[in-house]
């Protein structure tokens, strides 16, 4: 409840909620689901983080 209320009041303010700490793909689909879509911590590993930064900004990494 609380965290539905924590994003429901972050959107009629306009703000973004970044979630900490998150550990697991379940926490991570959870807090999208109640309308978080931005974390710290997520479980990715860094050269899979990496490939996907540089693909999303169009750069060619091998």
Same mark, same amino acid.
Do not use: N, W
């Given at each position: ?13 306009? /703000?973004?909620v970044v979630a900490e700490d ?6 991570q689909q959870h807090l999208q689901?109640? !309308?978080?879509?931005?974390?710290q911590g997520c479980p990715m590993?860094?050269?899979?983080? /990496?490939?996907?930064? /540089?693909?999303?900004? !169009?750069?060619?990494?091998?």
């Amino acid at each position: 409840m609380a965290q539905a209320l924590a994003t429901f009041k972050s959107e009629f303010l306009r /703000l973004d909620v970044v979630a900490e700490d998150i550990e697991t793909e379940h926490q991570q689909q959870h807090l999208q689901a109640i !309308g978080c879509y931005y974390a710290q911590g997520c479980p990715m590993p860094a050269d899979e983080a /990496l490939q996907r930064l /540089l693909r999303e900004r !169009g750069i060619e990494y091998t």
